[in-house]
DNA sequence: TGTACATCAGTGAACGCGCGTTCACTGATGTAC
DNA sequence: TGTACATCAGTGAACGCGCGTTCACTGATGTAC
């Protein structure tokens, strides 16, 4: 989309065309970059830098996007959980998202984010939040924080073995059921 | 170190030379490439052609070192794990390498390994059995695959998501803390 | 209602960078006779 | 023991690449009077 394909000189909302255009490149599994998005949202190189500052505010933006996105997947499974095979849902969800848009997961969890005032760190505490009032509920006698810790812990580590190829299943359905497994197989234990 | 400060033509031992020069620059956090290897190892920019394939390569050889350290960190906890603390021991020791050595855990982690024949994937089985063996050990009546899945995964969720932030601590003591915390607060459940 | 002007949101050329990799080469080493 | 020669392990110049970012710019838009 060229200057005069899109009609006009100014976008109308280029901010939001960036954001789309780089989330399609990631879910394509394309390399990602400044120059990339410009050129996919038909744009000049230098026209993302009138709405983020640089590279890094552009990828925390879409940190923060799949964030989101992944809060409202896990918000829509079974409400709020009330047993530990809920729980287990939860890991499967979380799972699940990682496989379906492995870029993103990258781009999400991939780097240290120290700025305090990011967009992206708001947003991942979010999620430890509400990973802590599931658990919470469910186990209302625990101690909270390091149960969800733990919920946490377990989700994202079999997300990222599946998502590195350490853990290998064969297919999506496998994946989950594993996931599955693997939580409830800790819960009946007992020492 | 010039050819001439190194005294002859040839290295000696240039393989062993590259691969130590490149775990220093990822233990100092700078940026891993096959020219800066070459460089710190004193050698023109097209040596490392001689002893690794290419870029990746050097990489794969790289993160199977690593995959032996940390079985040698993990062996040298309490020996044969006989009880859930031990286990916790490991999750300890393991998210300390992490820590420890960030960015090799990264390359070690950090992408997909498909190739079947990679030295990197002998030392990764290497490691999920020996964690398969060590909870087959403490719960020998479980699904050990599922079980060694879920001890896997707790910990190297962990280990990702300090090492990335999402899960802060003051000192390395409060991580292992909190590590040991989170592992051992699952067992206090039982549904 | 028309016009002057400030501001906004783009352009496009250019910068310097480090990278992976290729190529033809040459100095050093080891081996067969 | 000496010598011819093959092989090995380096060199260094060069390639093309895409990147992030800067700069001075210009076309479009909106607002005050």
Same mark, same amino acid.
Not at 44 to 48: G, N, V, Y
């Given at each position: 989309m060229s200057t005069s394909e899109r009609g006009?000189?100014?976008?109308?909302?280029l901010r939001a065309a960036l954001l789309s255009a780089a989330m399609e490149m990631l879910e394509a599994g394309e390399p990602f970059s400044l120059r990339a998005v410009a050129r996919r949202a038909g744009v000049? =190189?230098?026209?993302?830098y009138r709405h983020f500052k640089d590279r890094d505010a552009l990828e925390s933006a879409l940190a923060a996007e799949g964030f989101r996105d992944l809060l409202t997947d896990l918000g829509d +499974?079974?409400?709020?959980?009330?047993s530990l095979s809920d729980l287990a849902e939860f890991a499967v969800a979380y799972v699940a998202f990682a496989l379906r848009r492995p870029a993103l997961f990258r781009v999400m969890f991939?780097?240290?984010?120290?700025?305090?005032?990011?967009e992206r760190v708001k947003a991942a505490d979010a999620l430890h939040q509400l990973l802590a009032a599931a658990l919470d509920r469910v186990f =209302? +006698?625990?101690?909270a924080s390091a149960l969800a810790s733990a919920g946490w812990g377990l989700a994202h580590g079999l997300a990222c073995l599946y998502l590195d190829g350490k853990l290998q299943a064969a297919s999506d359905e496998e994946v989950a059921e594993r996931v599955r497994g693997a939580f409830l197989a800790i819960a009946s234990v007992s020492p």
């Open positions: 006009g000189y100014h976008h109308g909302d000049s =190189p230098t026209a993302p +499974e079974g409400r709020p959980p009330a991939g780097k240290p984010c120290d700025d305090a005032d990011d =209302p +006698e625990a101690d």
